[in-house]
């Protein structure tokens, strides 16, 4: 039963994919971005996030949700706490939960970029990924603006069928920025699509002794996926698109009636119960956004007609 305790945290909480460990520590200059974004196609409602772009002294920089690693101190006096006690507790009414799942990489100088996702192998987490070689047709303009104690210049650019404009910082000597953005003479600062469905904003900054791209939970429960499963695209996008449309695909065949009808201490209701909420918040969690960064070739070709 232990092991199942721990697929319920880890469906909890690591949404977020991750790589293998490294052994050496690392640094990191951590960006904090605010991302207003409109989750659905067909409403005006906004809906914010603050996500983090970690630039660290190993040539690579991640961008991922901060909502789980900026719960990481209550999380460790909540589990110590149930260790303590010898009782679970649902942790999912008290702890927000992230609304953007994947992690982005950028391997420095080269700037290839990994997009990485978790999802379930049975009770395992797994990561999945692509990689592509991006070059990003930057426009830069002799506009100038102060963004927060930032002075920036503008630029423009077409990528994922959206038109973008950024606003760079020579201030910050980094030729990155938020998601897969990167290649101006500075760090980004703001950048949004002309429609405005995605506008991330700088927020500030500061320095991560020993850095880990793993929140607490996942460094805890072991759910860092494992070695990254690279895929074509097309077979990454169809992949994730199966797991987003039955989360427990492969869990359900594991799950005898015996376990499904056992109950958990300090828990409301049964095994079966908490797999019911999961699955619910799993497919609740998938389904908040139909709106993506990118919008694929086939929905392009549908908006010129």
């Known amino acids: 039963m232990k092991k199942l305790f721990s697929v319920f945290f880890i469906a909890l909480f690591a949404f977020a994919s991750a790589q293998d460990s490294k052994d050496s520590k690392e640094t990191a200059n951590r960006f904090f971005y605010e991302l207003t974004f409109k989750p659905k196609k067909d409403s005006t409602k906004l809906d914010k996030v603050i996500t983090i772009l970690d630039i660290t002294d190993k040539n690579r920089s991640v961008y991922q949700d901060y909502t789980v690693i900026a719960q990481d101190s209550i999380m460790k006096i909540e589990i110590e706490a149930m260790q303590k006690a010898g009782m679970m507790k649902d942790l999912s009414k008290t702890l927000k939960s992230p609304k953007i799942s994947a992690r982005i990489y950028k391997t420095y100088p080269g700037m290839k970029v990994q997009y990485v996702d978790k999802i379930a192998n049975g009770f395992t987490p797994s990561n999945i990924g692509y ?86 939970i996942e460094n805890l429960m072991q759910a860092k996926g494992g070695k990254v499963n690279e895929l074509p695209r097309e077979k990454f996008e169809r992949t994730f698109n199966d797991f987003k449309k039955d989360p427990f695909a492969s869990i359900r065949p594991m799950m005898t009636q015996e376990m499904l009808s056992k109950t958990v201490p300090g828990m409301d209701g049964t095994v079966g119960d908490m797999v019911k909420k999961q699955e619910k918040q799993y497919k609740d969690f998938y389904s908040a956004n139909d709106n993506p960064i990118e919008i694929s070739a086939e929905s392009q070709d549908k908006k010129k007609k």
């Open 131 to 216: 990689s592509e070689d991006l070059k990003f047709n930057w426009n830069i303009l002799n506009d100038k603006q102060k963004i927060g104690e930032y002075n920036t210049q503008k630029a423009t650019t077409e990528f994922g069928g959206r038109k973008w404009t950024a606003w760079f910082s020579t201030d910050l000597p980094f030729q990155d920025g938020p998601y897969k953005f990167f290649g101006l003479p500075g760090l980004i600062v703001k950048i949004e699509d002309d429609q405005k469905n995605y506008s991330w904003v700088l927020q500030g900054n500061k320095k991560v002794k020993d850095y880990t791209e793993y929140s607490y």
